[in-house]
């Protein structure tokens, strides 16, 4: 026999209803109908009451995991290579966090990834090897570590490594919340790789030198920049923290932007890279976007909630919406992070809040 629950409201599964109201609620079922007062305070919570969990990811305990998925089938076998950073407060949901998909892919060196486009919106950051290219409408970026990269929305985009090593690089997408809005659409190129149209380091050279071109008008919602190389941010990072700019509970923190708006690179997914200076003590501050932070150099730990988390290079870690977090520094150390935090600021949702 299938369970109440599969076939009627969740309320009429609790064993203290009044008689008059289980009769009641029985009948609004049927007519697909529902008392709110039953549910209120569970579907407008007083504050955030996230169902994903801290978790941190070793990136020595995963990345063997990935190169043995690399043995077992290739990149245009699995059409992409990647492990899904799953949360197990939401598993078999393919998300990091409410809102968001992470996951580590590898490309392997002599293979491709095909071309494809989809409605959902991608950032790549880049962990381990060199020598592997990321293709998007027509321009090659080459990938390096800690390097920035954009898929917008909508645009064809492949991967290829003519490379002598793997290359190893965590993707986020907007997943969810295109599936929240059921706007999800998907299409592969007519071909394994889209062809090699504009010249390398094309829109580097018209968008990333604090200039644009004079006439230029935007056509999409993201920033034309598609690479963010490492060595800029690492510098900036480094001067500014020699320029004390130190924030009690960030250290020096900047957020990637769209050279066209200052706005953030994509509409929905934010990223930030920050600096912790050697034994930094970081105070506590919270916000509503859960985020999912990659370190790039450095070790140290980070109190998230009641937990405190070590993490060293190439580890990546997840912080909740609204939960407390605090990070040290043994050394001086780098972090990026991405979250939902332009989707939630367009909509007049986001929250911060310094202990
Ligand atoms: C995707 O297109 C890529 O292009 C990676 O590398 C991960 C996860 C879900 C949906 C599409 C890629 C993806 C993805």
Known sequence: MESPTATTAPVLARKDLPPDRRDLYTRLDARHTAPLWEVLGKIIPPEPTPDIVPVLWHYDDVRPLLMEAGRLLTAREAERRVLILENPGLRGQSRVTQSLYAGLQLILPGEIAPAHRHAAAALRFIIEGTGAYTAVEGERTVMHPGDFILTPSWTYHD???????????????????????????????????QPHTVPDGDSHARYAANMLPVDWEPARLSSPIFNYPYPRSRETLDTLYRNDAIHPCHGVKMRFINPAT??????????????????????????????????????????????????????????????????????????????????????????????
């Open 159 to 193: 991967h290829g490594n003519p490379g002598e090593v793997p290359v190893i690089w965590l993707d986020g997408l907007d997943v969810p919340i295109v599936n929240l809005f059921d706007a999800s659409f998907r299409e592969s190129y007519p071909g394994d790789s």
């Open 262 to 355: 200052g706005g953030a690179t994509m509409p929905t997914i934010g990223a930030f890279m920050q600096l912790l200076p050697k034994g930094f003590q970081g105070t506590a501050y919270r916000a509503t976007d859960s985020t999912v932070f990659a370190v790039v150099e450095g070790r140290g730990r980070t109190r998230i909630g009641d937990t405190t988390y070590d993490w060293s290079p190439r580890d990546i870690f997840v912080a909740p919406s609204w939960a407390w977090v605090a990070h040290e520094a043994a050394g001086e150390a780098v972090l990026f992070s991405f979250s939902d935090r332009p989707a939630q600021k367009a909509l007049g949702l986001w929250r911060e809040q310094t202990a």
